[in-house]
């Protein structure tokens, strides 16, 4: 099966390298679309007490989330149709997106090592909601 626009979950983490070049493996035979999609945590979960801060913090997490996907599309070695910053659930971003930019692979990493961690973990409700085929990549670290 070949697919034609491949949606990756990434996370500011060295490990989302290992995701982006999964997705140019595979899209490059076939010049299929990769779209990079992560969340942005909402600084008002962490600390109630701190209004007058928050717009600060909500704008600096922003920037630096952002500066991480402009890194990924740089060393993709392939182009990157779009870069999405999610604020809230994840998964029905991915959802959204899916159905809206006619994604037919989510590609998403997994650190979780026992089997009910694997079962349990926040790429299951990517996987049940998203519509489309996942793809579930190790990251174990070696």
Do not use: W
């Not at 500066?67 to 779009?82: G, H, M, T």
Request: hydrophobic fraction near 40%.
């Amino acid at each position: 099966m070949t697919y034609s626009h491949l949606l990756v979950a990434v996370a500011p983490t060295p490990e989302s390298h290992q995701l982006v070049s999964k997705a140019v493996s595979i899209a490059r035979p076939v010049n299929a679309r990769i779209s990079l999609m992560t969340s942005s945590a909402d600084p008002e979960m962490y600390n109630q007490f701190a209004a007058p801060m928050l717009e600060n913090l909500r704008e600096l997490m922003q920037e630096e989330t952002r500066q991480f996907l402009d890194e990924l599309k740089a060393r993709a070695d392939y182009p990157i149709a779009n870069a999405t910053i999610a604020c809230g659930e994840l998964s029905e971003h991915i959802k959204d997106f899916c159905l809206k930019q006619q994604v037919d692979l989510v590609i998403c990493g997994n650190h979780n090592k026992t089997f009910f961690a694997r079962a349990t973990c926040s790429a299951k409700s990517v996987a049940v909601n998203s519509g489309v085929d996942v793809l579930l990549v190790s990251l174990e670290n070696e």
